[in-house]
């Protein structure tokens, strides 16, 4: 089992800055692929970032203004999200996935809300 906490999360005015951090622990992820999403008020959760071995995602909302990293010798994953804009804000979760066992095993952290003033 793997569990992921989330921290770095808060209020932050627009065009700020805050750092996101998902720790994980039971087991080492640094082979895991790892993701951010989130999920506003009424909205659908959107996938924002995610790093595999071979590459690296970002939603376009979010391309130039946010940054995923891992810090494997940590087993942390991060994101890091500059020039916020209201629009950014949401309950922000950490996402690891890998495949043994002969199947997909996923965990998720509890969420971390990010909001964003005008």
């Known amino acids: 089992q793997v569990q992921l906490v989330e921290s770095g999360g808060g209020l932050v005015q627009a065009g700020g800055s805050l750092r996101l951090s998902c720790a994980a622990s039971?087991?080492?992820?640094?082979?895991?692929?790892m993701g951010w999403f989130r999920q506003a008020p009424g909205k659908e959760q959107e996938l924002v970032a995610r790093?595999?071995?071979?590459?690296?995602y970002y939603a376009d909302s979010v391309k130039g203004r946010f940054t995923i990293s891992r810090d494997n010798a940590k087993n942390t994953g991060y994101l890091q999200m500059n020039s916020l804009k209201p629009e950014d804000t949401a309950v922000y979760y950490c996402?690891?996935?890998?495949?043994?066992?002969?199947?997909?095993?996923?965990?998720w952290g509890q969420g971390t809300q990010v909001t964003v003033s005008s």
């Open positions: 790093i595999t071995r071979g590459s690296i």
């Open positions: 039971g087991r080492t992820v640094s082979s895991y692929d």
């Open positions: 996402n690891v996935g890998a495949r043994f066992d002969g199947r997909w095993n996923e965990y």
